[in-house]
């Protein structure tokens, strides 16, 4: 039940794009988005709830295709900042369920 | 103010031993949550409660026993800890079922 992310672990550097991919093996009511950084708490980007829906949050964007059960995260002109493990949260089912269940992360690093 | 708090930070303790972790929240949020996050960095969710009452509770042994006297308040009971207990214990609220989820720093626990 638990989603998928894809790739395990990303090494760019600043100003370069990346894209991380999350999959479900079930239906899915949302798929949420967080960063965390090395020993800190993961922290809210954004959620996402239709099919087919696209969210953009400064350069960090993302899709959801409910069709496909992926969603992806888009990382433009990427900053140091940006480093951290980024996981997808997943909610199985046709409605709220209150239960997020997340990938494995992405490690995501930023070089100068 | 912090949002989400939880006590204490560190705890390093012996195997067989009895321990808990508070957390307080002051969002005004009706929903919390206990999240265990593991060396590799798997974030699982444990328990929820909305409104004192516990709603999801996953596969999680009866040693860890969690208690909401209010629901400002979510606190984890550990009892008889193995060296499998050791990871970080995040938790977290929202409001209402699924929403933004917003993460306590974490209690690392450590078992010898």
């Known amino acids: 039940q638990q989603p998928v992310q894809s790739p395990q672990a990303v090494i760019l550097r600043e100003g370069e794009d990346a894209v991380i991919n999350c999959s479900s093996s079930?239906?899915?009511?949302?798929v949420h988005w967080y960063r965390q950084k090395h020993g800190e708490a993961p922290v809210f980007l954004m959620i996402?709830?239709?099919?087919?829906e696209q969210k953009g949050h400064d350069k960090i964007s993302a899709s959801f295709n409910e069709k496909k059960q992926q969603s992806s995260l888009y990382l433009t002109a990427s900053q140091l900042s940006y480093s951290g493990t980024y996981f997808c949260?997943?909610?199985?089912?046709?409605?709220?369920?209150?239960?997020?269940?997340f990938g494995q992360g992405t490690t995501l690093q930023v070089k100068p | 103010d912090t949002a989400v708090s939880q006590t204490p930070k560190y705890l390093v303790t012996q195997m067989g031993n009895d321990k808990s972790i508070k957390c307080e929240q002051n969002?005004?949020?009706?929903?919390m949550y206990w999240y265990k996050q593991d060396s590799k960095k798997f974030l699982k969710i444990m328990f929820s409660?909305?409104?004192?009452?516990?709603?999801i509770n996953e596969t999680v042994p009866n040693r860890f026993s969690p208690k909401s006297p209010d629901k400002a308040h979510l606190n984890l009971h550990i009892n008889s800890l193995e060296l499998g207990d050791s990871a970080v214990y995040f938790c977290?609220?929202?409001?209402?079922?699924?929403?933004?989820?917003?993460f306590g720093e974490g209690s690392r626990l450590t078992v010898l």
């Open positions: 969002l005004g949020h009706d929903t």
């Open positions: 079930k239906a899915l009511y949302s």
């Open positions: 409660y909305n409104n004192k009452e516990l709603i």
């Open positions: 996402l709830l239709k099919g087919g």
């Open positions: 977290a609220s929202s409001r209402g079922g699924v929403g933004e989820l917003f």
């Open positions: 949260g997943t909610e199985v089912g046709s409605s709220n369920t209150g239960k997020l269940i």
